[in-house]
């Protein structure tokens, strides 16, 4: 079992910046992709951003490529998504998760975080 805290989230203004983080305890995430997905209110939980498990390969949505960098450290058991030049839009609900397959695929992670509130203020 794989227990997911996130945390860094909060209110920014356009053009800021925010760094989250994704802490594992339970098992070590070294075997696992990691991603994180967004959910704003009335929409669906959508891919972010994912990491291989070695870090070697990274993945992001075009909404944030350029804005958004993903990183983890195995010896801290811990996934990271530093957020720059943050936009309104990018204001949502951000989860990390874990899975062995599929890193856009939603219905293929194991485990869940609890989430992080982001609010992108204009």
């Known amino acids: 079992q794989v227990q997911l805290v996130e945390s860094g989230g909060g209110l920014v203004q356009a053009g800021g910046s925010l760094r989250l983080s994704c802490a594992a305890s339970?098992?070590?995430?070294?075997?696992?992709?990691m991603g994180w997905f967004r959910q704003a209110p009335g929409k669906e939980r959508e891919f972010v951003s994912g990491?291989?498990?070695?870090?070697?390969?990274?993945h992001y949505a075009e909404s944030v490529k350029g804005r958004f960098t993903i990183s983890r450290d195995n010896a801290k058991n811990t996934v990271y998504l530093q957020m720059n030049s943050l936009k309104p839009e990018d204001t949502a609900v951000y989860y990390c998760g874990a899975t062995r397959a599929g890193v856009r695929t939603l219905a293929l992670y194991n485990y869940w975080g609890q989430g992080t509130q982001v609010t992108v203020s204009s």
């Open positions: 990491i291989a498990w070695s870090g070697g390969y990274t």
């Open positions: 339970g098992r070590t995430l070294s075997t696992y992709t």
